[in-house]
């Protein structure tokens, strides 16, 4: 009886490590089969410009201000004077700002609908050539 108790034993042990190896890799190949390949997002031919710092009143409350610094990334050789371009994004953001209200801009969700608002105006602006325009800071007062 202790010798078929013994043998119980060590075969449970084989068998549970067996199946605790063979969990493991199902396990690692799922993940793996799983994680969507990533490449780069941004290649060499992209150019980076800050744009200055625009400092605009909202529309309510009357004495609310904004004070937004933000960057533009483009397809550097495809652009001829990349300034110019951002001088009139710059612009056209601070004429954005100037209609919109603090409750508009305020919270994750509002800061996420602005990004997403001068991405848009940045891309037709500067037709198609903004790859993304990213905000650096956005201070209301």
């Not at 799983?34 to 980076?48: F, I, N, Q, S």
């Given at each position: ?86 001088a009139q994004i710059a612009e056209d953001i ?48």
């Open positions: 009886m202790i010798g078929l108790t013994v043998v119980a034993i060590a075969l449970g042990v084989v068998l549970g490590q067996h199946i605790a190896e063979t969990v493991k890799k199902a396990l690692q190949n799922s993940e793996q089969s799983r994680l969507p390949e990533v490449g780069p997002k941004y290649t060499g031919d992209m150019d980076l410009r800050e744009l200055p710092p625009i400092v605009a009143n909202l529309a309510d409350p009357p004495d609310a201000w904004v004070r937004l610094q933000a960057s533009i990334v483009f397809n550097g050789k495809a652009m001829l004077k990349p300034d110019v371009v951002a601070l004429g954005f700002m100037r209609t919109l209200s603090l409750a508009q801009i305020g919270g994750a969700s509002g800061l996420q609908h602005l990004r997403e608002d001068l991405n848009e105006r940045a891309a037709i602006r500067s037709e198609g050539q903004v790859r993304e325009l990213i905000i650096q800071t956005l201070v209301a007062q």
